[in-house]
């Protein structure tokens, strides 16, 4: 009961171990060692230890780390903590942060945060290696209100994982003095001696429970919200005032403490570098979202990475803001495409190899570009009236055309789960074995193959809807989305206009669903299809 009891308080201070021991991932496509805070999402990643796959998490409860996958995690591997430690009514981010801040702060320790008791400050001191040293460190914090004075000692056995000393926002100084034998090399990785905050100006980070202390030079970003210590109140330029919100959240012995929300849009200019001026920090544009626009991806690999043809249209790749765009290749090499500043870009001229797309000098996405693509076998082949088709959609396309009061369809398939999918609806006659199967379908009939797609016999005679380019351009980009499409509650849909459901093709995305990743095509489909209405 005791050792439960430590195990909880444990991830009490620290946050979960499974939050804190995966910082970084090895990327399955090329190699590198990759930061969690610096993820590329729909990418596969590799424990660094035990090879084995990794997942991503993070967002508005758990702060940024890799998870062993479920059911391929291999337990004896020195990274892996089984996700069942008891949760002790903390939350996981304020939690996982601490210690985020721990491993990595180096040369910089102070955090702030405003608790129920008022501001305080937290000086995180790292991990001190495995060469034991005997000697101490002395922490005092004086202060002339008696309830305030801070005085720790710190051994080597603290500093095992870190150790992190909290202490009221009073006099704002702090000395941490070594007596006896302690390693050099610990002491260049922290500041040792009277310490204290500036008068003017303490920046921090408030977006979080505690936040790091963000050094002159750092860039801030916009849409951040930022805490400034000082010991007098500020104003905000008038230059910059639209672009800035200040409300003075307290005043403590002497201390005002202001929060400040960046606006999320800065414009470019004299006003962003007065602002980067009043700040003294650079001012960085938020997080893009960036897309390529034309071609579409025909396919995806299977550790994720979209494939698009290199006989494909023209290359259009935008972004909701503007940024700074470049292709190069994965492995290294001079750039084939690189504009500033700008939410357009078009890549002339393509080639056949794996690309790195890259925003803002940060690797944003990889993809692939291919010269002749080889056609994967289809779980499931349909044939009607004798006739090959390439896909369930290609054979609704052939069934619609068809003639007769009765028309007949073969289906072949080799895994006999596909087999339990069949499912004659109306006027059908069914015949089955065990890896085909054939079906008499007469008009209104049909066959639902549940997420394989629907096969079904008009009443009435279809006819095409337009021979134009446009419309043939239309269908193929509704038969690639169709592809994707997931099953369940998802956040994306399109309208189909009515007239356009006639389409054998485009009527497959009535009541389908896809994931947020892939809103923008989603989004260009629903334009082209409210251009046909």
Request: hydrophobic letters at 40%.
């Amino acid at each position: 009961m005791k050792r439960s009891w430590r195990k909880s308080r444990a991830v009490a201070l620290f946050g979960r171990p499974t939050s804190a021991n995966v910082r970084s991932a090895i990327d399955e496509a090329t190699g590198d060692e990759v930061l969690a805070a610096d993820v590329v999402l729909r990418r596969a990643y590799a424990c660094p230890s035990c090879g084995r796959r990794v997942v991503f998490r993070g967002g508005q409860v758990n702060v940024e780390h890799f998870a062993h996958a479920k059911h391929v995690a291999d337990e004896s591997c020195e990274l892996y903590f089984s996700p069942g430690v008891p949760y002790t009514g903390r939350r996981y981010r304020a939690a996982s942060a601490q210690q985020h801040e721990t491993e990595r702060l180096q040369l910089e320790q102070l955090a702030f945060g405003v608790g129920p008791l008022g501001p305080f400050l937290t000086l995180f001191l790292p991990p001190a290696g495995v060469e034991p040293w005997s000697g101490v460190l002395h922490f005092e914090h004086p202060s002339l209100v008696p309830l305030h004075r801070r005085a720790q000692t710190i051994r080597f056995s603290h500093l095992t994982a870190g150790c992190r000393v909290t202490f009221t926002l009073v006099e704002g100084r702090w000395s941490l003095t070594p007596h006896g034998v302690v390693s050099e090399e610990y002491l260049s990785r922290i500041s040792v001696g009277t310490q204290s905050l500036e008068s003017s100006q303490n920046l921090f980070d408030a977006t979080r429970d505690l936040g790091k202390r963000i050094l002159p030079g750092v860039p801030v970003t916009a849409g951040d919200t930022l805490w400034w210590v000082a010991r007098q109140r500020i104003s905000v330029p008038a230059v910059v005032s639209h672009l800035v919100t200040l409300a003075v959240e307290c005043e403590v012995y002497g201390w005002f403490v202001h929060k400040i929300s960046l606006a999320s849009e800065l414009p470019v200019g004299q006003e962003r570098d007065a602002l980067a001026q009043w700040l003294q920090r650079p001012v960085r544009p938020r997080r893009a979202r960036v897309w390529v626009e034309r071609p579409w991806a025909f396919a995806h690999s299977p550790i994720g990475i979209p494939v698009y043809r290199l006989d494909s249209e023209e290359w259009v790749i935008r972004s909701d803001q503007p940024v700074d765009i470049t292709i190069c290749p994965a492995s290294g090499g001079e750039p084939v495409l690189a504009e500033e500043w700008i939410k357009e870009a078009t890549w002339d001229l393509p080639r056949v190899g794996f690309w790195e797309l890259r925003v803002n000098d940060k690797t944003y996405d990889l993809f692939e570009v291919v010269e002749a693509p080889t056609a994967e076998p289809h779980n499931l082949r349909v044939k009607v009236s004798g006739r090959n088709t390439e896909s369930v959609l290609a054979a609704q396309a052939a069934l619609d055309s068809a003639r007769g009061r009765v028309c007949t369809i073969e289906l072949y398939w080799q895994d006999e789960g596909i087999g339990r999918l069949i499912r004659p609806v109306g006027p059908a006659r069914v015949a089955f074995d065990n890896t085909s199967a054939r079906v008499d379908l007469s008009a209104g009939a049909s066959v639902d193959l549940e997420n394989l797609g629907r096969l079904a016999r008009p009443l009435v005679e279809e006819v095409d809807l337009a021979a134009s380019e446009a419309f043939a351009v239309l269908r193929t980009r509704a038969a690639w989305l169709h592809s994707v499409s997931s099953t369940g509650s998802q956040s994306e849909r399109v309208v189909v206009p009515a007239k356009l459901q006639r389409d054998p093709i485009i009527r497959q995305l009535v009541g389908a669903t896809w994931e947020r990743r892939f809103a923008p095509h989603v989004r260009a489909l629903q334009r082209l299809l409210g251009a046909w209405a």
